[in-house]
């Protein structure tokens, strides 16, 4: 079983960072790939950024360049650092999990909030 816990929202002015963390509570987190996504009141939850076991990474296009994800295969932690966050980033953001054999993420987190006030 997995528990993914968030940390690291907050209220921040357009053009701040922040840092998110999660972190994973199981076994093996070294073959899970971790993402991060975000949804906002009566749209879909988004994929945001994703990072493999080997730390290949993808990041949305709405993103790209703001936003870095890493992980620590020892601390069993993923962090997105998130630079220069505008407003309409303002939404709750879920770490997920899933096994690198699977396409579909298994495991989520309870979100946190972060709001970007312009």
């Known amino acids: 079983q997995v528990e993914l816990a968030e940390s690291g929202g907050g209220l921040v002015q357009a053009g701040d960072s922040l840092r998110l963390s999660c972190v994973f509570l199981?076994?093996?987190?070294?073959?899970?790939?971790m993402g991060w996504f975000r949804q906002t009141p009566g749209k879909e939850r988004e994929l945001v950024a994703e990072i493999t076991p080997g730390s290949s990474t993808y990041e949305a296009d709405s993103v790209k360049g703001r936003f870095t994800l890493s992980r620590d295969n020892y601390q069993n932690m993923v962090y997105l650092q998130m630079n220069s966050l505008k407003p309409e980033d303002t939404a709750i953001y879920y770490c997920?999990?899933?096994?690198?054999?699977?396409?579909?993420?298994?495991?989520w987190g309870q979100g946190t909030q972060v709001t970007v006030s312009s």
């Open positions: 199981g076994r093996d987190f070294s073959l899970y790939v």
């Open positions: 997920a999990a899933k096994h690198r054999t699977t396409s579909i993420y298994t495991y």
